[in-house]
T-cell receptor, first 112, second 114 residues
């Protein structure tokens, strides 16, 4: 079945550092890919998405590009802030399936 | 304000005592789903519903029940809770028009079964 594998954490960074969280997927067809973020004590919220190959999703300085050749959707941000401390989840939805399959989540802590 | 509302936020109970976690959305979404979140396992789907009176099992349905009598509500029922159901639970909803629709999540229910 469809699945997502993402980089294990936790990740600790200093402010203004570069962040990369790796995500690879296994799916039949052409899934839609998502990054969700969970801030402390809150539910998940969509950070960005991409729905077809070579699409780039972007939001709040974060970017991820849908790479079909490497089945990847890595999340990047050039200069993180303390407010980016959260748990980040990579997820996919198959082309004929409404179920959202999640990775295990990566905890990111940014120190001032 | 568009939102998914779960209640209660925290719940401590004992083994075998039936409980219900409520979920309500005000966005007229067809699709609703329950997830549980456990450390190192991410979110796993328990049950989902494509519309009123249409429900189906997710990846980890054992020990849970759901119902969808109205479009806005999707309660999660634990008939006889056990300690392995201690977890953080999330309800989510979306439109069912396309599979690239984003999910809206509730704030979560932290359940402890003693």
């Amino acid at each position: 079945g469809d699945s997502v594998t993402q980089m294990e954490g936790p990740v600790t960074l200093s402010e203004e550092a570069f962040l990369t969280i790796n995500c690879t997927y296994t799916a039949t067809g052409y899934p839609s890919l998502f990054w969700y973020v969970q801030y402390p004590g809150e539910g998940l919220q969509l950070l960005l998405k991409a729905t077809k190959a070579d699409d780039k999703g972007s939001n709040k300085g974060f970017e991820a590009t849908y790479r079909k050749e490497t089945t990847s959707f890595h999340l990047e941000k050039g200069s993180v802030q303390v407010s980016d401390s959260a748990v980040y989840f990579c997820a996919l939805r198959g082309p004929n399936d409404y179920k959202l399959s999640f990775g295990a989540g990566t905890t990111v802590t940014v120190r001032a | 304000e568009a939102q998914v509302t779960q209640n209660p936020r925290y719940l401590i109970t004992v083994t075998g005592k039936k409980l219900t976690v409520t979920c309500s959305q005000n966005m007229n979404h067809e699709y609703m789903s329950w997830y549980r979140q456990d450390p190192g396992l991410g979110l796993r789907q328990i049950y989902y519903s494509m519309n009123v009176e249409v429900t189906d099992k997710g990846d980890v349905p054992e020990g849970y029940k759901v119902s969808r009598k109205e479009k806005r509500n999707f309660p999660l029922i634990l008939e006889s809770p056990s300690p392995n159901q201690t977890s953080l639970y999330f309800c989510a909803s979306s439109f069912a028009g396309a599979t690239n629709e984003k999910l809206f999540f509730g704030s979560g229910t932290q359940l402890s079964v003693l």
